[in-house]
């Protein structure tokens, strides 16, 4: 199970950090992600992180003002934002790939995800 919180309402410019506590399973096996959908739109690839946290990977749209990280002791994968601007509003949802996959399996298929935490930046 994925657990999302620390979602909320911002100013733009501002910060959030998101969590995603992770239970029931062997964390530090399985790369990380964070996806997105805004209102009207499809869901979207924000973030990934390997499963030792040795390699990261994101959207151009937020690369150089969010960074995900993992601490496995922790079961918990963050994503700190920010700089953030209005178009960043949208539901957050933190996924996990099948276990062992390489990074490049959360950005393209999922295998879990969790609850989504509502974001909400105003200009």
């Known amino acids: 199970q994925l657990q999302a919180s620390g979602g909320g309402l911002v100013q733009a410019g501002g910060s959030l950090r998101l969590s995603c506590a992770a239970s029931g399973r062997t964390f530090s096996s399985y790369a990380m992600g964070w996806f997105r959908q805004a209102p009207g739109k499809e869901r979207e690839f924000v973030a990934a992180?390997?499963?030792?946290?040795?390699?990261?990977y994101y959207a151009d749209s937020v690369k150089g003002r969010f960074t995900i990280s993992r601490d496995n002791a922790k079961n918990t994968v963050y994503l700190q934002m920010n700089s953030l601007k209005p178009e960043d509003t949208a539901v957050y949802y933190c996924a996990a790939a099948a276990v062992d996959a390489p990074i490049v399996a959360v950005t393209t298929a999922p295998r879990y995800w969790g609850q989504g935490t509502l974001v909400t930046v105003s200009s």
């Open positions: 992180i390997s499963w030792s946290g040795g390699s990261t």
